[in-house]
């Protein structure tokens, strides 16, 4: 007999099968990549690439931001969807021509992320350091591990 997942478990997963194609598939035809680093411009527009950790009590989002301050960064949560977005202002514009080589990545970045399970966004935390965000979510109750005893025939009829 198989078990019914959860209807938001099954909402999560093709959340992040329709992120992965977006990434794979169209993605490369409406921007560009910069040479190495995994980020990918969109209509001035780029995505920090992340890594997300499922720990058991909380869900772990890292994303690479470098050059830019705590205070450019803007994070919103909800319990299905985190929202990475931020601004870097440009103190010093070089005129292209005096470019060999342009990778580092300023201007504008967006990234939305499907979260594998629901959290409590009310109590979300974030830290900034060295380029790195690191976002804690804590998992609402319903979508921590629960472990079951299970009890024997005789210990039923006894509790009855």
Known sequence: ????????????DINRLFSELEQEFFSPLMG??????????????WMPSVDIRNLEKEIEVKASIPGYRPEDIDIEVDEHMITLSGQMSQEE???????????????????????PVDVMSDQAQASFEHGMLTVRLPKAEQSRKHKIKVNSQQQQQQQS
């Open 93 to 115: 514009q070089a005129e292209e021509k005096e470019f060999v080589r342009r990778e580092i990545v300023k201007g504008s970045f967006y990234r939305q992320i499907p979260l």
């Open 32 to 45: 560009r990549r910069h040479g190495g680093t995994g980020l990918m411009e969109m209509s001035g527009k």
């Open 1 to 12: 007999m198989a078990i019914m997942r959860p209807l938001s478990s099954i909402q999560g």
